[in-house]
């Protein structure tokens, strides 16, 4: 009798341990319809009409921007400092010269033009995107579309080097993608929200409405910095529109108990945690490689997580400062290694051009500050948001670059992504991947994406 009490009790538990499971194999992240112009919408049937665009500029644009760099005050940077105190000021007085003198803004404008640029209201705002469709197609083949999704402080440009090599591969044997690049609200020429609240799921929301008004029903999503977050959501929101999700960031949302454990043993009983020797060396000693290396590189967070608007005002005034302020990121965020190059290896991965034309993005534009506000929106709500307890089982594909702000082995990103189909260990690249290794990218990416077309998995 004993025994059989025991029994159903066994049972009973076990079913219920199976019903949490389901329900929460099937949990969705919900959200609600936002109106993100000033005041109460006029009119309630928002108009669906798309528009194109174009980046455009003039004399007088170009002439402010040359003032503000002249009137600049320049301060010498320490002795022996290199980058280890920011962006080293010796270094950025060459950065500045060749923007005042050589760079030619006007041609990258053409550059950004190559694409076709497009704008669309969603809840009262005007959202940007580059909308890039195969200029061939062989018979019988079908594309594929692929929203990417960028960070700060980054932009679509980032994925300029990517998008051809996913619209017009080489190998016959590729899939051909249909790429949707937009600006996340507040970035580049996406509309700033002018109201508080607007935050990654807000975005995610936002960008499955615009891909729904293209067309697609379905459709995979990349992302990485923010746009890691936004596509995560945009999985867990509708996890039947997102095909597959492919990621090259994916820092633990929170401390689960097997993160925890493996953080603390994993070092010692690493096949325990399925640690490789890549993740030894890549997070231990742990107070080095985790905690000392994100104080280091985390100062900018806390001021744009609490008073963005502050400091703001002074880069959205000055081009100098503003370039300094997003350039050291693409300088240590590259390589940790360059703050110790008196030229922060800037041009060792990117080219002038291209970070300078990241940079008038920015400024010509003028969303320094709702870019940045992007922060306080995000964190200002508390780490224990409803999407970081959902996990995410569209099928991910997780691109490890061995440079990233943060390594995050595979048992920690099946913590969120269950159905983890594809881990690559990258042969090289960092925070910026899109725009420093775009051949890398495309092949995981197509590799990813054949294997869920396929089933492979």
């Not at 402080?153 to 044997?173: A, H, R, V």
């Not at 459709?219 to 596509?231: P, Q």
Request: hydrophobic share 40%.
């Amino acid at each position: 009798m004993i025994m059989l009490k025991e029994l159903l009790v066994a049972v009973v538990i076990g079913g219920l341990i199976l019903f949490l499971v389901w329900r929460r194999r099937f949990q969705v992240l919900k959200t609600e319809d936002g109106w993100w112009q000033t005041g109460a919408p006029s009119d309630p049937m928002e108009n669906a009409t798309i528009h194109p665009f174009k980046v455009t500029t003039c004399d007088e644009e170009l002439e402010d921007l040359y003032r503000r760099i002249d009137q600049t005050r320049s301060v010498p940077s320490l002795e022996d400092s290199q980058f280890n105190y920011g962006f080293n000021s010796k270094y950025l007085q060459k950065v500045v010269s060749y923007w005042r003198n050589d760079f030619d803004w006007r041609k990258q404008v053409d550059k950004l033009n190559q694409y076709p640029h497009f704008k669309t209201s969603i809840e009262g705002i005007d959202i940007h995107y580059v909308h890039v469709k195969p200029l061939k197609m062989a018979e019988g083949k079908k594309t594929i579309p692929l929203i990417m999704v960028h960070g700060w402080p980054g932009s679509f440009f980032e994925f300029y080097g990517l998008i051809p090599l996913l619209t017009q591969p080489t190998d016959p044997e590729d899939l051909v993608f249909e790429v949707v690049c937009p600006s996340i609200p507040g970035y580049g020429f996406s509309e700033a929200p002018q109201k508080k609240g607007f935050d990654s799921v807000c975005a995610a929301r936002i960008f499955h409405k615009l891909m729904k008004r293209l067309g697609f029903q379905h459709f995979y999503a990349h992302g990485g910095d923010w746009g890691w977050l936004v596509t995560t959501n945009m999985a867990q929101m509708d996890p039947k529109a997102v095909k597959g999700l492919h990621i090259n960031f994916a820092p633990p949302s929170k401390l689960e108990l097997p993160v925890a454990l493996s953080m603390v043993l994993g070092r010692r009983f690493p096949k325990l945690f399925g640690f490789t020797e890549i993740d030894i060396q890549r997070l231990y000693p742990c107070m080095d490689k985790l905690v000392v290396e994100s104080i280091k590189e985390s100062g900018y967070m806390h001021i744009q997580s609490t008073k963005p608007d502050t400091v703001g005002r002074g880069l959205n005034d000055s081009p100098v400062g503003l370039a300094a302020y997003i350039l050291e990121k693409f300088s240590t965020w590259t390589n940790r290694d360059f703050r110790n190059l008196d030229d922060g290896g800037l041009t060792r991965k990117f080219s002038l051009n291209d970070l300078l034309t990241n940079v008038m993005i920015y400024w010509t534009s003028g969303c320094i500050i709702s870019s940045m506000r992007f922060y306080k929106e995000n964190f200002g709500k508390g780490l224990n948001q409803p999407h970081a307890k959902i996990p995410v089982y569209v099928p991910t594909g997780f691109a490890c670059f061995p440079n990233e702000l943060m390594h995050t082995p595979r048992l920690w990103v099946k913590q969120k992504y269950r159905k983890l189909i594809s881990f690559t260990h990258m042969a090289r690249g960092g925070h910026f991947a899109a725009m420093e290794e775009p051949h890398l990218l495309a092949e995981d990416i197509q590799k990813f994406t054949k294997m869920v077309e396929n089933k492979n998995y």
